[in-house]
């Protein structure tokens, strides 16, 4: 793999962290009532960390001389508590997959730093998708 397809699979990732953004805002607010309070709360500490993953990508991208992108993935909205949680569930799956990927491809173009910036990336995510699979009762 050559740099700039790894700065364009960067933009992607970004892309995807713009989703969680706006889906953890619309879930936020419809993950309502009494038996959803912790996992609503959990969605709010989520939020914070999505906005630092974005910055960190889009720095890391300007930092190989890429243009950070502006394209959001497309969002589903939900109107169901169990159906916001299923989708972010599998968001942050794919997320972290692709983080994985990212993690090896860096160190394998020597990109030393770059792997460095995104371990907190990786080690969050999968801290996202246990929070989930428990509110999930999984
Ligand atoms: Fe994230
Ligand atoms: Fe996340």
Redesign the pocket.
């Known amino acids: 793999m050559d740099q700039e397809t790894f700065v364009k699979l960067l933009n992607d990732d970004l892309s995807?962290?713009y989703q969680?953004i706006v889906q953890y805002i619309q879930h936020g607010a419809v993950v309502t009532g009494a038996e959803y309070l912790s996992v609503a709360e959990e969605i709010r500490r989520?939020l914070p960390?999505?906005l630092?993953?974005?910055q960190i990508l889009a720095e890391q991208i300007a930092f190989l001389g890429g243009t950070p992108t502006v394209d959001v993935s497309q969002v589903r909205p939900s109107s169901d508590a169990q159906d916001a949680l299923q989708d972010d569930l599998r968001l942050?799956s794919e997320?972290l997959s692709r983080y994985r990927e990212r993690f090896s491809q860096a160190n394998e173009l020597g990109l030393a730093d770059v792997a460095e910036a995104l371990r907190p990336?990786l080690e969050?995510?999968q801290e996202?998708v246990r929070d989930l699979q428990t509110a999930l009762g999984r």
């Open positions: 995807s962290e969680s989520h960390q999505e630092g993953h974005a942050e997320q990336l969050q995510t996202h």
